[in-house]
């Protein structure tokens, strides 16, 4: 398994491995280390190997096995709550592989690898939930987030939503409030010391609904807040901080409910 200087050139466990996955080498190694010499269980084995090869299942087999990831792992860093956004993805991926896998098994003509296929768990609610949960392609760590997918959580999409699209918003809200009041020289802005406003030329004055609140007095116009306003400003002066607080809290969250799922 190891050479004198530690390393693995060299050695049986070298010369034998061409594995697809990280837990089949360290299966390989494990066997090699603690052999068995029960004969019947080394024959089936043989056997199955014959079979593999006779019908050329390893064509398929192989490939299905490679876009598997380091499950056992993964299984790990999970239940530790250290999983990272590519350790779900790699999950997810392995999950969505499982069926095609023991489907294949399953067309061994000699039957040998039935008892294998049967042994394959499929976890379609894991692998969807996951699937909603996390983008295709997430970044390392949660740190800066963009790993939670859009359309899993309605307040994380609003605050996306704000912080990327305020301008938009604010024409929309601006507009709205046009047709609402009759004012047409209403205006939205902001500015940094006073934030958002809505603003009326001083001829409109009078037209003033009420829950119009007085934020600022100009030469030629007056600027005012309303509760919606106000509301959605604080929304978008926190979009981001919120944004990242929330979807760090749906990350966790998601851990833990992998951890309840997985758990034997």
Known sequence: ISNLSGGESHTLAAVMDHTCTAMGGRMLRRWLGNPIRNRTTLEQRLFSIDSIREQRLHDTLQPLLRTIGDMERILSRIALKSARPRDLARLRDSLTTLPALQQQLSEDQTQSL???????????????????????????????????????????????????????????????????????????????????????????????????????????????????????????????????????????????????????
């Not at 509301?231 to 979807?247: C, Q």
């Open 114 to 264: 039935a008892p294998l296929a049967q042994k394959i768990s499929t976890f379609p609610q894991t692998e969807s939930l996951l699937t909603q949960a996390v983008i295709e392609n997430p970044p390392m760590i949660i740190r800066d987030g963009g790993v939670i997918a859009s359309g899993y959580d309605a307040e994380l999409d609003e605050l996306r939503s704000i912080r990327e699209n305020a301008g938009e918003l604010l024409q929309k809200l601006e507009k709205r409030e046009r047709e609402r009041t009759g004012i047409a020289t209403l205006k939205v802005g902001y500015n940094r010391v006073h934030g958002y406003y809505i603003e009326i030329g001083k001829a409109q004055h009078g037209e003033i609904p009420s829950e119009y609140v007085r934020r600022q007095t100009l030469k030629a116009a007056e600027r005012f807040i309303t509760p919606e306003l106000k509301k959605f400003e604080d929304k978008v002066l926190s979009a981001n901080e919120r944004a990242l607080s929330r979807e760090k809290g749906l990350y966790e969250a998601l851990i833990q409910q992998l951890i309840e799922t997985l758990s034997p």
